[in-house]
Nanobody, 121 residues
Framework: QVQTVESGGGLVQPGGSLRLSCAASGSILRVSLMAWYRQGPGKQRELVAADTTGGTTNYADSVKGRFTISRDNAKNQVIYLQMNSLQPEDTAVYYC??????????????WGQGTQVTVSS
């Protein structure tokens, strides 16, 4: 079993910053991908940023230059999403997504429960 838990959401004024954290735990042998998605009111879930084990990062055009995904070097199964210059359109539930292999050499695909980010004055 693999569990994924996010934290760090909240209410912030436009132009402000937040840092989200995501930790994956359980019978994990190897993590292939850790990523952040979001789903705004009335919108479909979309990819925000992704980080592969090989060090490749990808960002949605709407967040490039404002958001940064990073991995905890001491804890391979922990990632962060630093969000700067937040705007009302960034309001959404942010989800962490992790996939990889368990210690039983089974692939896994795990989602967190989501953390709410609200940008409002």
């Amino acid at each position: 079993q693999v569990q994924t838990v996010e934290s760090g959401g909240g209410l912030v004024q436009p132009g402000g910053s937040l840092r989200l954290s995501c930790a994956a735990s359980g019978s994990i042998l190897r993590v292939s991908l850790m990523a952040w998605y979001r789903q705004g009111p009335g919108k479909q879930r979309e990819l925000v940023a992704a980080d592969t084990t090989g060090g490749t990062t990808n960002y949605a055009d709407s967040v490039k230059g404002r958001f940064t995904i990073s991995r905890d070097n001491a804890k391979n199964q922990v990632i962060y999403l630093q969000m700067n210059s937040l705007q009302p359109e960034d309001t959404a539930v942010y989800y962490c997504h992790v996939n990889g292999w368990t210690t039983r050499w089974e692939s896994f695909d795990s989602w967190g429960q989501g953390t709410q980010v609200t940008v409002s004055s």
